[in-house]
């Protein structure tokens, strides 16, 4: 039985300098100053062993990838992160796990200048369940929006779709086993980057954006949603991953459409912002994809090469219901 205690592994592990003009872990609050003319964005994501992640996931990996996630919600928004909190429940002290764990999160911390400022551990026998909240600041003019899409805008996807869907269906039996294919989907599913420079330029280019965490078809519809319009995207033009090739066709379209866990940007911006947008493309190094339209009415209609619609039974991950996907593989993040 370890002697350590809750202070002593937050002392060891997460306990790190944060920049000066702010107060971090060691006090009851952490105290934050914010830019003139800027608005706080705040986010929550909540990771549970077994829904989540699997058993055996490489800590180090899983660190990143809890702040990665919520890192993209702030993206989403256009914002500059701040700082993190973390709250950590667990089944018991595995010290080589916390190490890796906490290097994995302190990395990308740093890398993004998101210190953690402060949150909690605690005992849970069933398994591990990781809760990350972050911070940060959004130019008030510039904050992005689901609300935002208009009739016309076009609707843009950064990166690709589909490869950290196909690396869970690998890892877990669902597909056939195929180490080159595995290889090359497990980076998406295992160290997701989110797009913080990308989204930070959205603000004065985009009416509207969102992650699509639970997958194109769930989350351009909280856009749709929100915003009192409708879609058309065109399939051929949805920027597939290549881990997707050689797939069977229906595969590839849940992949493509339904498939969560990616952690890219979809946005809607005017057509006159077309040239400005393939600019940004050149200057960050980011690939971005013109996918479809907003347009009038409510819903996403998905086209083929002729426009005709094609008929769609998926619609991505919803933690509450299984009604959503039409088959029994796993849609989304989460785990079967």
């Known amino acids: 039985m370890s002697a350590d ?29 914010l830019s003139p003319g800027c608005e706080l964005a705040v986010s929550t994501d909540m990771l549970v062993q077994g829904q989540h992640f699997l058993s055996d996931v490489d800590p180090r990996s899983l660190g990143h990838k809890a702040l990665a996630v919520n890192l993209s919600d702030l993206a989403a928004m256009g914002a500059r992160p701040l700082a993190c909190t973390l709250a950590l429940s667990l089944p018991g002290i595995d010290h ?15 890398k993004s200048r998101c210190p953690l400022v402060g949150g909690d551990t605690t005992h849970n026998p069933d398994g591990i369940v990781i809760s990350v909240t972050v911070m940060g600041e959004v130019r008030r003019a510039h904050a992005l929006r ?97 881990s997707l090739e050689g797939l069977e066709e229906a595969v590839r379209r849940e992949a493509i459409l339904g498939g969560g866990d990616v952690y890219e940007l979809c946005f809607t911006a005017p057509p006159l912002r077309r040239e400005q947008i ?34 769609i039974t998926l619609r991505g991950f919803d933690h509450f219901s299984r009604a959503t996907s039409p088959s029994p593989t796993p849609t989304g993040g989460p785990l079967p």
């Open 5 to 33: 205690s809750e202070f002593d592994l937050i002392a060891r592990y997460f306990d790190r300098p944060v920049p000066p003009g702010m107060l971090g872990v060691g006090d009851d609050c952490a105290l934050l100053p």
């Open 96 to 110: 080589p796990w916390l190490q890796g764990f906490s290097d994995g999160f302190h990395a990308l911390a740093e």
């Open 146 to 242: 689901r609300s935002g899409a208009r009739e016309g805008d076009d609707i843009w996807l950064s990166g690709s779709l589909g490869a950290a869907y196909v690396a869970l269906l690998l890892r877990q039996g669902y597909l056939p086993a195929d180490a080159a294919r595995l290889q090359a989907s497990c980076k998406a599913m295992d160290w997701p980057v989110p797009r913080l420079h990308l989204g930070r330029y959205l603000g004065s280019v985009a009416h509207a954006a969102i992650d699509l965490s639970d997958g194109l078809l769930q989350d351009l519809g909280h856009i749709l949603e929100q915003s009192h319009c409708g879609a058309e995207l065109q399939l051929d033009a949805l920027p597939a991953d290549p």
């Open 278 to 311: 393939y600019a940004l493309q050149q200057r960050l190094g980011v690939p971005l994809t013109r996918v479809g339209t907003i347009v009038r009415g409510a819903g996403v209609r998905v086209l083929d090469a002729h426009g005709d619609e094609i008929p």
